[in-house]
């Protein structure tokens, strides 16, 4: 028999999205089979017991943001789908949610096809896949229905940035959020001012700015805000909801909150490097320190800036975490060695990202365990209509669960992290929250410190559309809150005639 099929998980603190509790957790093919104390499995023969007393046992992490092996500015990512799912099971996420990119002018439905090609084999946890909108035609609005329809995809980016390469502009985002709205899918923006920032990048570099600060420099955080802002409107004229990626910014942020204060179906989310560490790092003397923080939007110099995040991560205005792993070595980078526009963009996460928001959100008091646990599994999976297959830790669940030393600390570097990228931004980091074993789809990962992880262990997670947790505000909204002509006497007046 094989003794890892039957868990008995024994003693822990089972942690929620909303509550709790102390409880045995019995886990059998996969799936949550039964929750509740003192359990005795009916048949104990062939049931491996791991003690949890005094420990937590949460729902897996899903990062709701990756790029593994993108193509992308010359160069591809380094962590592939095998070493960034390794690295992510060993960091205590059991699930990625990565991107089909296509390039402009073709066809979404390939890009799709070509993404499950280089996962399917590799991948040692869960995924799905959110697909990008690059241009816009009446293809790309039937692949868009092809695509939510038969292939489990409920969400699809568009770029406000990357110009020429990505980005669309309001037309098109009007378009593809009407088309998103009809499909019951999410829109996502990558929210900057694409326009703004080709001038402000010709700016820095006529001023002989060719390092990474200029990268900052040339997209300051109102580039952000006002893409954000643009979006939001967008979105709010087709009634579609929308989900901000990467929020770098506190102005970026206000808009997100001040939308959702005013009962817009907006989303934010913030990633373990905006939450945890700030953009003075561009400034650093030493230039492959500097470029490793490259990403757009960049982070910002305002060192204030995570722990603000992090207080609106915890009180709802931001709502869930990714990481837009996106890796590139030392040597990648180095094609923009001489012009920070050349520097392919992406940093480090999706090993890291649990740990991180343990440290600076939950062991410095700002939220608690529950709010953790929704911030990076919940309200993902809610999102993203995996809930409660996912995101949760109850009879019938899928057995993606870690179980998590709050007390233990580790301090991160890239000699012992499991990713093949060779720096990591949060280089030295002490954290709190340290997971001790990793179970997905009910078998052990992940354990004290040694990866079990199987290349192809993982699946593709096909997701249904108009997801209750976005759509039903909206479907309610569209019955009752449509715009009525006033029934008046026909004018019958003198009209001028107009030659
Ligand atoms: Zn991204």
Redesign the pocket.
Known sequence: MDSQNKILIKGGKVVNGDCSFLSDVYIEDGVVKDIGVNLKPAKPEGVRVIDASGKLVIPGGIDT?T?LQFPFMGSQSIDDFYQGTKAAVAGGTTMIID?AIPKKGCSLIEAYDTWRSWADAKVCCDYTLHVGVTWWSDKVKEEMGVLAKEKGVNSF?MFMAYKDLYMIHDTELYASFSRCKELGAIAMV?AENGDLIAEGAKKMLSMGITGPEGHEMCRPEEVEAEATQRAITIASLVSCPLFV??VMSKSSAKAIANARKEGKVVFGEPIAASLSIDGTHYWHKDWSHAAAHVMGPPLRPDPSTPEHLMRLLANGDLSVTGT?N?TFSTCQKAIGKDDFTKIPN?LNGVEDRMSVIWEKGVHSGIMDENRFVAVTSTVAAKIFNLYPRKGRIAIGSDADIVIWDPEATRTISAKTHHQAVNINVFEGMICHGVPLVTISRGKVVFEKGVLHAVAGHGKYIPRQPFSDYVYKRIHQRDQVCQPVAVQREPYKGEVISIS
């Open positions: 943001h790029h991107f980016k990558h990626v990467h837009d996106c992406g």
